[in-house]
């Protein structure tokens, strides 16, 4: 409990305070007691009473009131006969979800085995406290504010879809622990935000605040006015949200998209074909070849060009790792833009031990998200990036394996960052405050990757996926398990005019035989 000062007694007048073989002042036993009552330390306010006994109607009003904090303030000492005092005061309790009460009251003194002493009864705590009363708080709500789209329309109904659903969350009925959390003006049974999603996130704003009368027994001390509950408007687009679905909905594997407008980093669709899990906003997938992207910022920072001479083998060997490319194709020389649309895992892997090193591409990952806060109103599991330790886990790193994990929201943000030329957080209540900041891309790397990205959807690994003109994307096959055959998500990321979009589909296969064609139909529905 919080501590004022409490303030200091007036002096009284007369002498029959200070009788010789009394000890201390009433203004003393006052002070005291008042400083043990703001500080909840009830064995110091036993210790100036002047008959010992239990505090038990302090503890009913702390907790029946929910009392988060105590002021008290003194008046002035005066006589009441001899042995006798009584010093007013002002209290103000500070009430769990409803605000401050002030009332008045008086502590009663007498002296007791020669010193002056608190004469407690419950009436100390309040004027109209009687013994075996107690002290409660009723409650009357107002109705539940809305959750909307960014068009306004509902999304708190129970009749949107199940992805959205996830991200609202439901109603249920509070339990002990909920009103332990919530406070008094809460009472078990009531009906509270639960499931994780923005009826939790935003209970207090979307209930408002009660009218509550301040009881004790059946008299009714006060009533406090109550506070209509606020609105939550999310950045969710129905058209978007309605072709992510269109998209996901016929895959009979796990599938999940988010979707991201790049000027502003507003979330504007998360999709997931199956309940349970939010693979879209908490999947901690390796992000396999999209991934690339991320190298690719790395090396046209350090003055890489597009149409820069590479090579592409069959395999290559970097710190003793073997390195091969998907059904161990071979290129050849040629671009740096043609190995990225051929997603060349032989080309990426030693360019970055040669080019950026494990420091260099751990700072180029945290400029995109990686290892970045995520403050959406909604659980959101953060992309990790561990540094390298070692020149063939900084191999594998190059095309997004060993220990990278990322969600399809982070890949979507990647996507967007690249998109506009500056990362942005991914945001869904825009009224959130954000905990990561905005980072440009380092110069001159926005036309040229927009250039390599264009490439992998006219003449790459996307090429035969139906991806409508004028779309960027890097495809995606991670991947996972142990064993000599391992399984593979299929990923594709991407954008095209103010959208960036991210997809997976688990154990899913080729990124650009499974997961780009899956963007396709976004695009073809937006």
């Not at 502590?107 to 013994?131: E, G, Y």
């Not at 073997?322 to 030693?350: Q, V, W, Y």
């Not at 003109?469 to 103010?498: C, I, N, P, R, V």
Request: charged fraction near 20%; aromatic fraction near 6%.
């Amino acid at each position: 409990m919080s501590c004022v000062t409490v303030l200091a007694v007036g002096a009284a007048a007369g002498g029959a305070y200070y009788v010789l073989h009394t000890r201390g002042t009433p203004a003393e036993a006052a002070r005291l007691f008042a400083a043990a009552w703001q500080s909840g330390d009830k064995a110091a306010m036993s210790a100036v009473l002047a008959t010992p006994q239990q505090l038990t109607p302090y503890d009913q009003m702390r907790t029946g009131l929910a009392v988060e904090a105590t002021s008290v303030k003194l008046g002035t000492v005066t006589e009441a006969g001899d042995d006798r005092a009584k010093v007013p005061y002002t209290t103000t309790l500070t009430l769990k979800n409803i605000g401050d009460w002030t009332y008045q009251g008086q502590i009663d003194l007498k002296v007791a085995d020669r010193h002056w002493k608190v004469d407690w009864t419950p009436k100390t705590l309040h004027p109209s406290f009687t013994t075996g009363a107690t002290f409660a708080l009723k409650t009357r709500w107002p109705d539940r504010a809305e959750i909307t789209d960014a068009d306004g329309g509902r999304i708190d109904t129970g009749d949107v879809g199940g992805s959205v659903q996830q991200l609202v969350g439901y109603l249920d009925k509070a339990t002990k622990k909920d009103v332990a959390k919530l406070g008094s003006a809460y009472q078990v049974g009531q009906t509270v935000g639960k499931g994780g999603g923005l009826q939790e996130t935003f209970q207090k704003q979307l209930a408002g605040t009660p009218a509550t009368e301040i009881k004790v027994g059946d008299k009714t001390l006060q009533t406090i006015e109550g506070k209509e509950g606020e609105g939550l408007k999310t950045t969710l687009d129905p058209r978007a949200q309605a072709a992510a679905v269109a998209a996901v909905k016929d895959m009979k594997k796990p599938t999940s998209m988010v979707a991201i407008k790049p000027s502003t980093g507003e979330i504007l669709a998360v999709v997931n074909n199956q309940g349970g899990f939010n693979r879209a906003l908490d999947g901690r997938y390796p992000p396999g070849s999209t991934f690339k992207a991320v190298t690719a910022i790395g090396l046209l920072a350090t003055g890489m060009t597009p149409e820069e001479k590479v090579t592409c083998p069959k395999y290559a060997n970097v710190g003793g790792q073997d390195i091969r490319n998907s059904d161990k194709e071979e290129f050849g020389s040629l671009s740096f833009l043609d190995s990225f649309a051929h997603s060349c895992n032989t080309t990426f892997a030693p360019l970055a031990e040669k080019r950026l090193g494990a420091d260099k591409l751990l700072k180029t990952a945290e400029e995109v998200g990686f290892n970045q806060p995520l403050n959406i109103g909604v659980p959101a599991t953060k992309a990790s990036f561990p540094r390298a330790q070692s020149d063939a886990e900084l191999a594998a790193e190059a095309f997004g394996q060993a220990r990278i994990t990322a969600s399809p929201l982070s890949m979507a943000s990647v996507a967007a960052a690249i998109a506009d030329g500056t990362w942005r957080p991914p945001t869904l209540v825009p009224d959130l405050k954000q905990k990561a900041s905005e980072q440009p891309l380092p110069e001159g790397v926005k036309t040229n990757l927009h250039a390599m990205m264009a490439a992998v959807v006219t003449k790459g690994t996307a090429k035969a996926s139906g991806l409508p003109a004028g779309t960027s994307g890097k495809t995606g096959t991670a991947e996972y398990g142990t064993g000599d055959k391992l399984q593979t998500h299929a990923w594709f990321m991407g954008f095209k005019e103010d959208v960036a979009f991210a997809v997976v589909v688990e154990g899913g296969g080729m990124g650009g035989k499974v997961a780009a064609p899956v963007a396709a139909t976004f695009l073809r529905h937006l």
